[in-house]
């Protein structure tokens, strides 16, 4: 493990837009060791003045519909139009990816060589399909790096859709025609958290099917309450692999960003993030705190016992470690 650095040299670094200094961040605020949390703290609170300025646009859907290859032509177009993009990937080494689905190829290669863009990739493993428990964090260092458009990649599995829509302003879901929707286990509570969709694959012999999968999605769209943003989803075909559609999404998203920026809903919904953001840190913060704790430790195994042999409900065993702790804690 690199040592860690000062406060002030993360601060410094990150906001010079230093990209080794970003990246030793993001190591940093990922960090589960208790003794890395003041430093991450102060580093956070050090690089807020800079953040919370770039567009943030959330990307999902099924393993293979092509999520990596759209990212990096889709990014290829934003860096081509002035921006600096940072990318939150899914690691392709992490447990997920392995095996037939992604195979060895290299994921978003023209963006890996941009000098516009930078690519962190996020294990799958132990995280909601690359969404850990630290990239809002990660977010606000790549802003305060002076990265302006930022992509969050999260893999169809259902949660990770919830939590990275939490984070986002814009929630982008890549669908397949032909492939019914249970096939693509996408649940219609992932259709209706999404504020575009995109039939990725239109091309060849793909191109007509996806064309009338668009008109079918466009109508179910319409089935479904309109959002609380008054924005109505549209519906797109795009070939990541030929770059096709790319302008056509920019200018949804675009169109989004003022409608939604006029009425002030954008604001508003991150507002509401940010309150999530610090409930849910008290939340993990709590869990951490309450199952390190010595005691806690020593007698969670033998209420697990319990509950397993049936000697106590879950609910009494749980009241009682609660108690245990906070017992200990006023002390
Ligand atoms: P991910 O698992 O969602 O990240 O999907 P990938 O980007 O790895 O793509 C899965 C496969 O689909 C790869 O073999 C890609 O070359 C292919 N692919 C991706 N986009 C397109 C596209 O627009 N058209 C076609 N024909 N193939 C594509």
Same mark, same amino acid.
């Given at each position: 493990m690199a040592p860690r650095l000062?406060?002030?040299?993360?601060?410094?670094? /990150?906001?010079?837009?230093? #990209?080794?200094?970003?990246? #030793?961040?993001?190591?940093? /605020?990922e960090s589960a060791l208790p003794s890395d949390r003041a430093l991450a703290a102060a580093v956070l609170e050090g690089c807020q003045r800079r953040a919370g300025t770039a567009f943030r646009l959330g990307i999902?859907? /099924?393993p293979g519909v092509g999520k990596s290859t759209f990212i990096d032509a889709y990014g290829t177009y934003l860096t081509g139009i002035g921006h600096r993009l940072a990318v939150l990937a899914i690691d392709p080494s992490s447990e997920i990816s392995q095996g037939s689905i992604l195979g060895d190829k290299t994921r978003m290669d023209r963006l890996s060589r941009d000098p516009q863009a930078y690519i962190r990739p996020s294990p799958a493993r132990g995280s909601l399909g690359g969404v850990t428990r630290a990239t809002r964090e990660a977010i606000l260092l790549c802003e305060a790096a002076g990265f302006d458009y930022i992509i969050i990649e999260t893999v169809g599995v259902g949660q990770s859709e919830v939590a990275v829509h939490s984070m986002v302003d814009f929630f982008l879901l890549l669908m397949l025609a032909g492939a019914g929707d249970e096939l693509q286990g996408i649940k219609k509570g992932i259709m209706e958290m999404a504020d575009g969709l995109a039939i990725n694959k239109a091309d060849g012999e793909n191109l007509l099917r996806a064309q009338q999968a668009r008109a079918e999605y466009e109508t179910a769209l319409h089935l479904f309450p309109a959002s609380d943003s008054g924005w109505l989803p549209r519906v797109l075909t795009c070939s990541a692999i030929a770059d096709a559609g790319m302008a056509e999404i920019a200018a949804m998203i675009s169109d989004y960003r003022m409608v939604c920026t006029a009425d002030g809903w954008l604001e508003k919904q991150r507002h509401a993030q940010a309150k999530t953001w610090m409930h849910e840190t008290i939340g993990h913060l709590l869990l951490d705190q309450f199952y390190a704790h010595p005691l806690i430790k020593k007698n969670?195994?033998? =209420? %697990?016992?319990? /509950?397993? %042999?049936? =000697?106590?409900?879950?609910?009494?065993?749980?009241?009682?470690?609660?108690?245990?702790?906070l017992q200990q804690t006023a002390k």
């Open positions: 000062s406060p002030q040299a993360y601060i410094d670094g /990150v906001c010079a837009g230093d #990209r080794m200094v970003l990246s #030793r961040a993001i190591t940093l /605020v999902t859907g /099924v969670l195994i033998q =209420k %697990e016992i319990d /509950v397993l %042999e049936g =000697k106590i409900p879950p609910t009494v065993a749980a009241t009682q470690l609660i108690a245990l702790y």
